[in-house]
């Protein structure tokens, strides 16, 4: 099964093919004192900060206290909670942001006797987290931080924005979304594939316009970030690359064929232009940005030997997920 898939924006540090070939070579193509809310999404707040405390007051104010480029920051951020299902007729919910303590909206130092009502965490377990909490109305505040600008094709990062750790903030009361994966073979077992589904209260997860490499352009849309572990790449866990949950489905399906790194967006490192690839690992590991402001989740999951046409759990195995792809995915859909 494979590879409708649509990748980063490459002016997003990412970049990957909406298609691609079956042989060795792939084709495919500063802060101000206030920030409005722009796009739904765990919001991203800043880059590289440490000593993160978390607090949230009686009014639904979360303030987030840290240390970023030398500097400490008083971040006050509120008004949403949760997700909205897709929908084209309204905005996603997003956090108003004010950058300055409270000074640029409320004309005063809000984190100066911040009344703190937060209690400890008991919510659901979380990936990458850094503190959660919950409030005083039972909902749950948690920041969250990964390396999501990591290069596709398993790249060394060269530039400190790929390196650079996103401090993501949510509130969220009830489920999370919730990534499903599943792995299989394609084209009569040639590669090894993953295809599965993003779904938020059990309705798919998706938005309504990308560009032309797959990054999302408003706020429902949502990239799937895929890692793998010990793999041609090198040890440990490489970014193999990144692509849209599909509309309306929420499904994706992915193949891990050769990749060209100088077609379909992908950024490379100067000077290197071999094929990248097949980024085959013992395990992958996806994690997608939360709808609305819900918080970042997670699939991991073991890779698959490769295909046997000759061993019958082999032959049944791939039978029983095509019938899998199709039913999340539709027929036709993704290739089997």
């Not at 070939?21 to 900060?49: E, K, M, T, W, Y």
């Not at 316009?209 to 352009?217: F, Q, R, V």
Request: hydrophobic share 35%.
């Amino acid at each position: 099964m494979a590879g409708e898939m649509c990748c980063r924006d490459p002016r997003d540090g990412h970049g990957a093919n909406a298609s691609r070939l079956l042989a060795l070579s792939a084709l495919a193509a500063a802060f101000v004192a206030l920030v409005p809310a722009v796009a739904g999404a765990s919001q991203l707040i800043d880059r590289n900060a440490s000593g993160v405390g978390l607090a949230v007051d009686a009014h639904g104010r979360a303030l987030l206290t840290y240390r970023a480029q030398g500097k400490l920051r008083r971040v006050l951020a509120w008004g949403a909670i949760n997700a909205l299902a897709p929908a084209r007729s309204r905005p996603q919910v997003a956090f108003k942001v004010d950058y300055s303590g409270g000074w640029g909206t409320f004309h005063r130092n809000v984190w100066e006797g911040f009344g703190n009502t937060c209690r400890p965490y008991d919510g659901p377990k979380l990936a990458w987290l850094v503190t959660a909490c919950k409030a005083s109305d039972d909902s749950y505040w948690a920041v969250q931080s990964w390396q999501r600008m990591l290069p596709d094709l398993g790249y060394t990062p060269w530039r400190a924005d790929q390196k650079a750790w996103e401090l993501h903030l949510s509130h969220w009361r009830g489920p999370t979304a919730k990534v499903e994966a599943w792995t299989d073979w394609v084209y009569d077992g040639r590669f090894h594939s993953l295809f599965g589904r993003l779904t938020y209260r059990g309705q798919p997860v998706h938005g309504f316009k990308t560009t032309s490499y797959g990054s999302p352009l408003d706020g429902y849309g949502r990239n799937l970030y895929l890692d793998t572990f010990d793999s041609v790449y090198g040890s440990g866990w490489r970014r193999e690359n990144s692509f849209i949950a599909q509309n309306p489905t929420g499904a994706f399906c992915y193949g891990f064929y050769p990749f060209d790194p100088t077609q379909g967006g992908y950024v490379h490192p100067p000077g290197q232009s071999e094929t990248r690839g097949p980024g085959n690992g013992s395990r992958y590991r996806i994690t997608v940005i939360g709808p609305g402001v819900t918080p970042d989740v997670t699939w991991a999951g073991r890779g698959l030997h490769d295909f046997d046409p000759q061993d019958p759990a082999d032959v049944a195995y791939e039978r029983r997920q095509n019938a899998l792809l199709d039913s999340i995915a539709g027929a036709g859909r993704c290739h089997h």
